[in-house]
Each structure stands twice: as structure tokens, then as C-alpha cells.
């Protein structure tokens, strides 16, 4: 697909930069056009059918037809019933073909266009999540794009139909009667002017619109997420308030843009009776005077009617069209967001990965906040056990978000086995590293399904030897269909402590260089937590391991344990040696060992 510059598609109307967007559709969209005009050319012909037909009655063996060389009436009407059986067939085969290819074209403009933000949106770093509501982002990759869908399906043959119309009835009469024809194409400039002021008029107002209704979706998908909490504290009225709020706000941007396109049809109106008022009367008075065959008389008032009254669906096509317009916006606004986290182009493939890993005064703060790393520096050998400890804020989890690369460090380099790893390929980075975080994520779907999330190859036996290594596989045998349970959306179905021990499969499962446990049993009760500790000495083994904790007798037997405080380690070392220093650490442990 063809990306353009952030500033200079930004700077562009939204259907250039759609039309910019896929060079590959361009193919499908003249195929589509073409069918439109064609179907439209052979929709025109019926009246001057007509025309011809009375040409016949009327004139008999001198009609047009009769130069043909057809002079018995009959034949003449059967030449034109033949004809028109002609007409008539074509008319619907290429309605049916440009239908067909405008709505094939909607589909696969909006699929493509999806799955092509989706990619894009993954590839955006943390940051840009963490600033915007989920509801927000779901409502330009549904509701957005399913707008664009809509006008493609029928918008875009309207503009094209409207157009032909009245370039080809436009013609004819220019050719057929002059002077009639001025006075009928006398409001067209005005219907055409007013059209273009009218879409410009409400482009901000359907752009307030695509705005209210992503706020309502955002706190839709909000109170969804957060619908336990909701109940807990019976917040229920509150919450329907809230809601009410939105939605009146996308109802009363809407009902605004609703006013200004309803009165566009009867504006319209007025100005088309005008046109056909003139061809009526004007054209009436040529046909007495003789200047004006009657059957081209009756041709152009036929014709009025087709170049006229479907201008009346233009209010309803402009409609269609601004909603589109004001959506492309925002989905090419997010496609243009510019990517921060730029991969490397080092290979390494995760059996040739040591494990080696060092921060070299390393600086990082989030947004508009101080820095949570300052010169922060640690080396931590291959297959070596690390455990990190330190208060809520001291930078624990922010190391794994930066050896990960979800944030780029400000100053400073991390190294995995002396390469920097802005410099590795992005999968193969993150290939070789096993997350385990506090907040299990579970997707909806089976317990086997979840725990194999990043290694689909893999088969249930060796599913279920990491279930058994991360001491879940008996309460797994206890659900109602074993490890093709359906978990719920996040997981809900199961305990924190239950949902934890299927990450830690996943984790094992993936069997990566480097484990990362970020409170990895912070969920679960102790007779648990001593399972795991047992089954950690078997993950642990010959991989490089950085345990974070709260709680300390998790990380008492690592081969190195480090506090933090202020984003910089303080003490480090063995469990024994901190707990002779008796400072930070040995305070900690006291605590949580009732020790006084």
C-alpha cells in the first residue's frame, strides 16, 4: 500500500488521500465506474424510446425509423420492441455488474483498510495506548470504517449516475432545442454550487459527530471492562447517567447535522421545478410553433424528469458522503501516526541467544513526569538468577518494559549478549524473552489455547508437560472439560491465582533464553506459591532469569538480589548478605516474617 508523509497527506482531502491510499483498488474502481456509466446510458434510452415510438405514430412512413429502410408501421414498432429488449437486458446486466463490483470493492477497501490499521496500531508503541481510550481506537476500526463501507456501496454510483445524467441529457438538449435547454439547465449551476457550500458546510459537523460517538464508545467498552467494579459498589444508576450523558451529546451532534442535510432536498426541490416548469412550458410553445417535433417535445420532457429529480438524492448521497469523508480522516490520521519503535536489522535467532544482558547508564521517564531510571546501570549474566525488589515506583517494572522495547530509553543502552537491542529484530528480541507480569492477560478462548498463545505449533502433550512444570495441571483436570474449558474474556471464569499459573505454562511453553516473572505469584496462596518456587528451579535452569517481587521469599534463593529506590539500585546481593547489612532488604523481610 502506498503510505504518504504525515504532513503531507494531513494536509490533503480525505478522498485524496483515499484514492491515494490504495493504487491497487484503481483496477476495480474503473471496472465499477465503467458499469455505473454504461448502466446509466442504457437507464436514459427508454424515453427516447418513447420518443421514437410516438415519431412512429405521428409520422408514420416518413419517421426516423422509416430512413432505415422499415416502412410498414408494425415493423417499425417491432424494431423498437427488439430494441428495446436490447436496451432493457443490458440496462440490468450492468446494474447487476457495477452493484456487484461496488460492493465487492467496499468489502475489500474495508477489510484491507482494517487489517491494515490493526497492523499499524500493534506496531505503535505503549505510550500510545496508555493517552487513548480503547473505546476510541474500536470505534475507528468498526464504526469508521464501516462508514467508508457505506458510501462505497451506494454513494459512489450516485455521484457517478448524477454526473452522466446530466452530462448526456445536457447534451441532448443543447442539441435538440437550444433555447428550451438554457432555461432547463438554468438551476443547475445553483443546484451545483449549492452542493459543494453544503458538503463543506457540514464536514466539521460530522466530524463532532464521528468525535461523540467515540467518546461513547469509549466509555461503553470502559464500563464493560469494569462491570464487577461497577457492581461491587452499586455504581449501577450512576454508570446508566453516565452513559445517558454521551449518548445525549452524540444525539445532539447528530440531530444537528440531521437538520442541515434533511433541508437540502427541499432547497433542491425548488430549483429543479424551475428546470422543469421551463422545458414544460417553454418547450410546449416551440412544438406549437412548429419549431420543435412533438416526439422530441415529449423526449425532453421525459428527460427532465431523469436529469432533475435524482438531484433530490443527492442531499441523501451527500449525507453518505460527508459521514465517509469525516471517518476517512480519522482512520488515515491513525495510519499516518508516525511508528517510534523502529526494529533493528540484527538477526538472532533464539537457540544462538546466550542470555547476557546489561543496562549501561540508562535514563527514562514517561511523558511530562520525572525520570523513573537515572544513569541506571546492571549487568546480569547468562543462565544467572536476579531478583529485583524495591517500592511501588522505584522502576522494577519499567527495566522489563525497556528490555522489551514497549518504551525507548532516553540516555543510556541495554545490551542482550554486547548487541544493543535497537539494533535486533524486534521478533527476535522479544522471541527470546518469556514475560510473566502481574496482570495475567487471558484471551477467550480454551485453557489450551491460552497456554499455547505464541507457540500454535505446539501439541497437547507438550501443553500439558508446561502445565504440570507450573503446578496447574491438577486444578485444569478438575474444570468441567479439562483443558478445553472456555476461560472467558481476560479470564474471568478463573481465580487470579488459577490464571497466573496458565501464564507461567504459557511462559514455559514458549521456553524462551530469558524469563522475566514480574510478581509472578503475587496472586496465589502460599501452599501454591511453594508448588511454583519448586517448579522455578526447574524453569530456572540454564536460562538467565530477573525474578521482580514483593514478596521476598519468591527471590530468597536468586543468585543475586538487587533493590531499588528512586530508579537506582541501592544494595545487592546474596539473601543472607542483605539480611546482614540490616537495611532496606532486612527491614523488608522482618515485616513480612513477623520478625521484630
Known amino acids: 500500500?502506498?503510505?504518504?508523509?504525515?504532513?503531507?497527506?494531513?494536509?490533503?482531502?480525505?478522498?485524496?488521500?483515499?484514492?491515494?491510499?490504495?493504487?491497487?483498488?484503481?483496477?476495480?474502481?474503473?471496472?465499477?465506474?465503467?458499469?455505473?456509466?454504461?448502466?446509466?446510458?442504457?437507464d436514459i434510452a427508454p424515453p427516447v424510446l418513447i420518443g421514437a415510438a410516438l415519431d412512429v405514430v405521428v409520422e408514420q412512413q416518413d419517421s426516423l425509423i422509416a430512413k432505415w429502410g422499415i416502412k410498414n408501421i408494425f415493423g417499425q414498432l417491432l424494431a423498437l420492441t427488439f430494441i428495446s429488449l436490447i436496451v432493457w437486458g443490458l440496462e440490468s446486466i450492468f446494474q447487476y455488474a457495477y452493484e456487484r463490483l461496488w460492493r465487492n470493492l467496499a468489502?475489500?477497501?474495508?477489510?484491507n483498510l482494517r487489517i491494515e490499521t490493526y497492523a499499524h496500531l500493534q506496531n505503535l508503541e505503549l505510550a500510545y495506548f496508555e493517552e487513548?481510550?480503547?473505546?476510541?481506537?474500536?470505534?475507528?476500526?468498526?464504526?469508521?470504517?464501516?462508514?467508508?463501507?457505506?458510501?462505497?456501496?451506494?454513494?459512489?454510483?450516485?455521484?457517478?449516475?448524477?454526473?452522466?445524467?446530466?452530462?448526456?441529457?445536457?447534451?441532448?438538449?443543447?442539441?435538440?432545442?437550444?433555447?428550451?435547454?438554457?432555461?432547463?439547465?438554468?438551476?443547475?449551476p445553483f443546484i451545483v454550487w449549492g452542493s459543494i457550500w453544503f458538503q463543506k458546510f457540514l464536514m466539521p459537523r460530522y466530524a463532532e459527530v464521528r468525535e461523540k460517538v467515540s467518546l461513547l464508545s469509549g466509555q461503553l467498552s470502559n464500563n464493560l471492562s469494569g462491570i464487577t467494579t461497577i457492581k461491587s459498589f452499586t455504581a449501577e444508576a450512576y454508570e446508566v447517567?453516565?452513559?445517558?450523558?454521551?449518548?445525549?451529546?452524540?444525539?445532539?451532534?447528530?440531530?444537528?447535522?440531521?437538520?442541515?442535510?434533511?433541508a437540502f432536498v427541499p432547497l433542491i426541490?425548488?430549483?429543479?421545478?424551475?428546470?422543469?416548469?421551463?422545458?414544460?412550458?417553454?418547450?410546449?410553445?416551440?412544438?406549437?410553433?412548429?419549431?420543435?417535433?412533438?416526439?422530441?417535445?415529449?423526449?425532453?420532457?421525459?428527460?427532465?424528469?431523469?436529469?432533475?429529480?435524482?438531484?433530490?438524492?443527492?442531499?441523501?448521497?451527500?449525507?453518505?458522503?460527508?459521514?465517509?469523508?469525516?471517518s476517512t480522516n480519522r482512520v488515515m490520521n491513525l495510519l499516518d501516526t508516525p511508528i517510534a519503535i523502529r526494529p533493528g536489522d540484527i538477526s538472532l535467532p533464539v537457540e544462538s541467544v546466550k542470555g547476557e544482558l546489561e543496562f549501561e547508564n540508562v535514563t527514562f521517564a514517561y511523558r511530562d513526569s520525572f525520570p523513573i531510571l537515572e544513569n541506571f546501570s546492571l549487568k546480569i549474566s547468562a543462565g544467572q538468577t536476579i531478583g529485583i525488589v524495591g517500592a511501588t515506583g522505584s522502576g522494577k517494572s519499567t527495566i522489563v518494559k525497556l528490555l522489551l522495547r514497549f518504551y525507548e530509553a532516553h540516555e543510556g543502552r541495554i545490551t542482550l549478549d554486547g548487541i544493543e537491542i535497537n539494533q535486533l529484530q524486534l521478533q527476535d528480541l522479544r522471541r527470546a524473552i518469556g514475560?510473566?507480569?502481574?496482570?495475567?492477560?487471558?484471551?477467550?478462548?480454551t485453557v489450551a489455547e491460552n497456554i499455547s498463545y505464541g507457540s500454535f505449533d505446539v501439541t497437547l502433550p507438550e501443553i500439558i508437560?508446561?502445565?504440570?512444570?507450573?503446578?496447574?495441571?491438577?486444578?485444569?483436570?478438575?474444570l468441567p472439560e479439562g483443558y478445553e474449558t472456555i476461560v472467558g474474556e481476560r479470564g474471568q471464569k478463573l481465580s487470579g491465582g488459577q490464571r497466573q499459573r496458565i501464564a507461567i505454562a504459557r511462559a514455559v511453553l514458549k521456553n524462551p533464553p530469558i524469563l522475566i516473572l514480574d510478581e509472578a505469584t503475587s496472586a496465589v496462596d502460599n501452599e501454591t506459591e511453594a508448588a511454583i518456587q519448586k517448579s522455578l528451579e526447574k524453569i530456572t535452569q540454564n536460562r538467565t532469569t530477573i525474578a521482580i517481587a514483593h514478596r521476598l521469599s519468591t527471590i530468597r534463593n536468586a543468585d543475586c538480589i538487587y533493590v531499588m529506590e528512586h530508579g537506582k539500585v541501592v544494595e545487592y546481593g546474596l539473601h543472607e548478605e542483605l539480611l546482614e547489612k540490616s537495611r532496606i532488604y532486612a527491614t523488608l523481610w522482618r515485616v513480612q516474617s513477623g520478625i521484630r
Open 132 to 188: 487513548r481510550s480503547t473505546g476510541n481506537l474500536m470505534a475507528i476500526l468498526n464504526d469508521d470504517i464501516n462508514q467508508l463501507e457505506r458510501f462505497l456501496d451506494v454513494g459512489a454510483n450516485e455521484i457517478i449516475q448524477v454526473t452522466v445524467t446530466v452530462v448526456i441529457i445536457g447534451g441532448t438538449f443543447f442539441v435538440l432545442a437550444p433555447n428550451v435547454a438554457w432555461w432547463a439547465m438554468l438551476p443547475m
Open 435 to 445: 514475560l510473566v507480569s502481574q496482570d495475567v492477560f487471558l484471551f477467550h478462548g
Open 241 to 262: 447517567g453516565r452513559i445517558t450523558i454521551e449518548s445525549e451529546a452524540y444525539k445532539i451532534s447528530n440531530r444537528k447535522a440531521i437538520a442541515f442535510s434533511a
Open 269 to 326: 426541490r425548488i430549483l429543479i421545478f424551475i428546470g422543469f416548469v421551463a422545458t414544460l412550458l417553454l418547450g410546449g410553445l416551440e412544438a406549437v410553433a412548429g419549431r420543435l417535433a412533438v416526439s422530441t417535445y415529449s423526449v425532453m420532457v421525459f428527460l427532465t424528469q431523469r436529469l432533475l429529480w435524482p438531484l433530490t438524492r443527492l442531499g441523501q448521497t451527500l449525507d453518505l458522503y460527508q459521514r465517509s469523508m469525516a
Open 107 to 111: 468489502q475489500n477497501i474495508q477489510h
Open 1 to 42: 500500500m502506498l503510505k504518504l508523509s504525515k504532513e503531507t497527506s494531513k494536509s490533503k482531502h480525505p478522498f485524496v488521500r483515499l484514492l491515494n491510499y490504495g493504487p491497487s483498488y484503481r483496477i476495480q474502481i474503473l471496472q465499477a465506474v465503467i458499469c455505473s456509466i454504461l448502466n446509466k446510458i442504457f
Open 465 to 478: 508437560t508446561a502445565a504440570k512444570i507450573a503446578e496447574a495441571d491438577d486444578f485444569i483436570n478438575q
